[in-house]
């Protein structure tokens, strides 16, 4: 199965036609495979809170979106995420790279790691961990989920799903 596929697939199964994404290398081939997608518009973002801004207003334009970015940024996305999303109850699948976990090469990274899941839950925010690729056979319900809900979910995404770093 080709992972970065089945996640756009799902996505566009779901009716995603909007989706902003901040670089991550885990993430890099999901990435390219919906800049290929006529049915998704792909926007790049600068940052994780602007690309929040760009999926609120391609919501109330009637879209649905999706954010694809890094968890060492749910840290400057929370304002975003409380006055925006959660307030106005946008659903906002956030596929996000979970750096610093098991078979993270990058020490740095740890850190944000350690507090991301607490920040989410802080928020009250489901979120789900793919550590297995056989997890994203999740993807298509979790999708469904939010946007029944109208809440923003979060799907983290570690190392181990995309397969590590390579030789460590």
């Known amino acids: 199965m080709n992972i970065d596929k089945k996640i756009t697939d799902d996505l566009v199964a779901n009716g995603i036609s909007f989706v902003t994404t901040?670089?991550?290398?885990q993430l890099a081939g999901v990435i390219d495979e919906i800049d290929a997608r006529d049915e998704i518009f792909h926007i790049p973002s600068n940052k994780e809170d602007e690309?929040?801004?760009l999926c609120a207003g391609a919501y109330m334009g009637g879209k649905r979106p999706a954010i694809i970015m890094q968890n060492t940024a749910i840290g400057v996305t929370i304002n975003t995420l409380a006055t925006l999303i959660q307030y106005y109850r946008m659903p906002l699948p956030m596929l996000i790279s979970y750096r610093g976990?098991?078979?993270e090469p990058v020490a740095c990274q740890v850190e944000m790691a350690v507090h991301t899941k607490a920040?989410?839950?802080q928020m009250n925010i489901p979120t789900y961990h793919f550590h297995w690729q056989?997890?994203?056979?999740?993807l298509d319900n979790i999708l469904k989920y939010t946007f029944m809900c109208n809440k923003?979910?979060?799907?983290l995404t570690d190392a181990n799903f995309w397969g590590g770093y390579g030789d460590q």
């Open 152 to 155: 923003p979910v979060a799907i």
């Open 119 to 121: 920040l989410l839950a």
């Open 134 to 138: 056989k997890d994203v056979e999740e």
């Open 22 to 25: 901040v670089p991550c290398k």
């Open 51 to 53: 690309g929040m801004g």
């Open 101 to 103: 976990e098991l078979r």
